[in-house]
């Protein structure tokens, strides 16, 4: 306790934030050169929803390279992904890392020796051999064989026939039915009872894009009442990750999801989506033009807030969001639940920088300056016009009760990884953030 409030991550006793489902092993290599090894040729890009053949997987590559944006993708073809899969793995330079939003935000706490973590997802002998040893696994989440998931990077500026990227990325798919089942959600929940912890992270909601609606129904009103079940108190992040399911997204959002957890983490490929899909603000933009604007993206972080978010009229617990794009990122919270707003999202600012480039520091030489030196806070009513100051990056705001800090990003110019950029940074802001304990 300091001043007052329950510090998250900072306590001195052992500590259990339960990260759960989802858990897989990320086999990450080079995009192009995965796609050249199997015969496939740069033709023109095209988004699927879900990938059913090499062709779906060339096409929807090529398309999210040409734009630089981070994508992720359901690959139904079980004997297809298997057989790519095994050229993935067995690739020359072809890494593997823990993968899965869960997994590697308990990765990222379990770093720090004074905290204990519990991850409830399927764990194959793989995976288990890559936890940290700070990282618990119930008996119950083993498993025989691993879930992979196969991560395509491609550089700033790689080329792959009249393709160039403007930015450094991945593309990520995966034929993973476990995760997608939830299968781990219960014993989840009924490790709660005997733990007590004191922060609860959740993810793997989009992996349900491989099941029948009637299933994905059926999980999601389970996902509520575990969440339910949680005792008053402890707060309940949500990872949000890449989706192409506008009915599910609005489920989520609609369906008591949102109302039910404390605190979200996500990038602007998926804050649009959810604009899309729940018809928020702006959700007649097709796509970012860029950099996502400032104001944009503050417009739909307000109406998340006040239209679903915690308030008098309201019995909802969901106070905070943490967003996360290349250049900058913004937390916003409902006024009288968080503190340290400001070394938060500081802090989430430079581990992004530091994590991409593989540095301890930053690095002055290997990164840059990229975000708005301007902007206007708001589009949907008349915002204030912000000017940067290198002498206090971090600008605050307030609109209706909800404080916004943004931070400008130093991005790392030549990437070392990308994948898992978004659970590190959610994670960092978490661990400098304060919650009142009556939140």
């Not at 599910?248 to 602007?268: D, K, R, Y």
């Not at 708001?378 to 100051?389: K, M, P, T």
Request: proline share 5%.
């Amino acid at each position: 306790m300091q001043n007052g409030y329950l510090v998250l991550l900072l306590l001195s006793h052992s500590f259990f934030p339960p990260s759960r489902v989802n858990a897989c092993v990320d086999v990450v290599l080079s995009g192009v050169k995965l796609l050249q090894a199997l015969g496939l040729s740069p033709g023109n890009g095209k988004d699927h929803s879900i990938l059913h053949s090499r062709n779906d997987l060339e096409e929807a590559f090529i398309h999210f390279m040409g734009k630089g944006a981070a994508a992720e993708r359901f690959f139904s073809d079980k004997e297809t992904f298997h057989d790519i899969a095994q050229v993935a793995s067995e690739f020359p330079g072809a890494q593997h890392y823990v993968g899965g939003n869960a997994a590697l935000i308990g990765q990222k706490f379990a770093a720090n020796s004074d905290l204990k973590v519990l991850l409830c997802g399927p764990v194959g002998p793989k995976l288990h051999e890559l936890l940290d040893d700070n990282v618990f696994v119930p008996p119950e989440s083993l498993q025989e064989v691993d879930e992979f998931h196969l991560i395509l990077e491609y550089q700033a500026g790689e080329e792959w026939g009249q393709l160039k990227a403007p930015h450094a990325n991945r593309f990520i798919f995966s034929h993973d039915l476990s995760n997608g089942a939830m299968n781990m959600l219960e014993v989840f929940v009924s490790s709660l009872e005997e733990l007590q912890p004191d922060l609860v992270v959740l993810s793997g909601l989009h992996m349900m894009e491989g099941q029948s609606k009637e299933l994905q129904r059926k999980r999601l009103l389970e996902v509520v009442t575990s969440i339910s079940d949680i005792p008053t108190g402890i707060p309940v992040h949500l990872e949000l990750a890449s989706m192409t399911n506008r009915e599910l997204m609005s489920s989520i959002v609609h369906q008591q999801v949102f109302p039910a957890v404390t605190s979200l983490g996500l990038n602007e490929q998926e804050l649009l989506f959810l604009t899309q899909s729940a018809s928020g603000p702006h959700s007649s933009l097709s796509s970012w033009n860029g950099v996502p604007d400032v104001g944009m993206v503050s417009d739909i972080l307000f109406w998340i807030l006040k239209e679903h978010g915690r308030s008098k009229s309201r019995a909802s617990d969901l106070t905070r969001i943490h967003f996360h794009t290349l250049v900058y990122h913004i937390l916003a919270t409902v006024d009288g639940h968080w503190a340290n707003q400001l070394a938060a999202v500081a802090a989430g600012a430079r581990v992004a920088g530091t994590q991409a480039c593989a540095t301890e520091t930053i690095d002055t030489s290997r990164v840059s300056l990229r975000a708005p030196q301007e902007f206007m806070t708001s589009h949907s009513e008349a915002g204030s016009r912000i000017v940067l100051n290198p002498n206090k990056p971090v600008v605050e705001w307030h609109r209706e009760g909800i404080s916004f800090h943004f931070t400008p990003v130093l991005v790392c110019k030549d990437p070392i990884r990308t994948v898992g950029l978004g659970d590190a940074i959610s994670a960092e802001g978490l661990f400098y953030s304060e919650v009142h304990p009556h939140y």
